[in-house]
């Protein structure tokens, strides 16, 4: 097991270092043009002068705050309107039109909108995060609710139950999982909707680094703040995964 | 215990579900139900749980009241398996009681008891997924018997289990019952079980489900399901229940 994970290791650290030094040979030699595509070391020493000097840092926290608070706002209030449309289903039935529309409609359009309302700052960039993130956790919350199973609401209910034992004891417990894989897709799209956001217009953050590196022909910048958010992405997977353990560790 | 007089019941008001239905279960009485699928047994216990309404104006009377859903005198067993996949056996057992008020440290006590009295002493803090479907049945059991409801009601409760864990688990029923005086009602499609278990078996006709014979169990208590494979009266009653069930048949397709 463990000379496999080696095995593994070492093929794909050789196709990395293999690519990388065709990559950094044809910059060198001009086989490729430098201007578009960058150059491995050029990456490594902006990526190096990007820690040093702290932008990255203060970008990065800048999006982390967006991500995180769209994220957290998103996900509440889809948890609580999912919870208002199982416990009134006509309610749920008069909504749907609205929901549905504005599910289907392409939220980065609505960029322009939310900087008119908001402004530069954070307040747009959680409004696209919020956007993405509450649909995707709402259906997953009325999916899980609605999927719990029956026997154990019959058989709670036969003890007498009341609604509030009913809910914390198992109508919660018996949703974790499909609202878990609701919120860790909400936390992807809440990212992705900040970045987003923030490559269209933003006084700071991660995005916007990477819009005016790009704007200004900075191509090894925009591969390094590239490589930042895939380990970004990574890391609030991995985040993810330790939640999850923990939660639904009796699966 | 249970008194049932000329129930009809209905759900969508043209076609009976179940049909004149006269019934009564003494204290202390073990009840088998049994008929073929649909034939409202389910419905039966259902409305004894007050899980169905009971009608205007027909009388279906539990413990000399009208059925109150979660009522304290009776505990409900599902046919499946029905225990929490995030709670520990113990915590699966003492369920029953904490939903009903007992405190924690006494209903963990006495949840503990029923486990070692169901077999599973050492298995407490095992989830659900650890453990096979006998054990989970088990788990049910003690979590159905460690509540002190004087009325049982059991959906097929051993339906899904393979046959040698169910004379197991027979053999145990029959044993929590002797303890505790228990009344129960069972519903089953198993006539061998009906026999094993019960005092009287009620076999019901098809849909509409009405009564069509009550059988008296001649067996003396205690029993132990082993020797009632041996013995000529557990046969001969087998035969009986089985003869007017095959009536029941030949009415409805007559």
Known sequence: MKANLVSTFTKH???VVIIVALWEWGARTGVIDQSFVGSPLGIASFTYNNLLNGRLWGDLGWTMLSVKLSFILGSAAAIGVGLVFVTWPKFEAFCDPYVNALNVLPRIAMVPLFILWFGLGVGSKIAMGFSLTFFIVLSSTVAGIRGISQDHVTLTRTLGATSRQLFFWVTLPGAVPVLFSGLRLGL????????????????????????????????????SLLLDLALVGVFLMKVMNWLERRLLHWQ | MIDIKRLHLS??????????????????????????????KTTLLNLCAGLVEVPDGQHLAVASKPPVLGGHDVAYMLARDSLFPWLSAIDNAAFGLKVRGTPEPEARARAQTMLKRVGLAGYEDALPKALSHGMRQRVALARTFAMPSPLLLMDEPFGALDAQTKLQLQDLLLQLCQESERSVLFVTHDLAEAVALADRVIIMSSRPGRIIADVPVPLPR??????????????QTYAAVWRHLEEGWTHHEG
């Open chain 1, 13 to 15: 650290a050789a196709f």
């Open chain 1, 188 to 223: 992807i799209y809440a990212f992705l909707g900040v970045v987003g956001a923030e490559v269209i217009a933003s006084e700071r953050g991660l995005g916007q680094q990477l819009a005016y590196l790009a704007s200004t022909f900075a191509i090894d910048g925009v591969w």
């Open chain 2, 11 to 40: 759900f969508d008001g043209v076609n009976d579900v179940l049909s004149d239905i006269d019934f009564h279960l003494a204290s202390g009485e073990f009840v088998a139900i049994a008929g073929p699928s649909g034939c409202g």
């Open chain 2, 222 to 235: 205690p029993r132990s399901i082993r020797q009632l494979q041996t013995n000529d009266a557990f046969h």
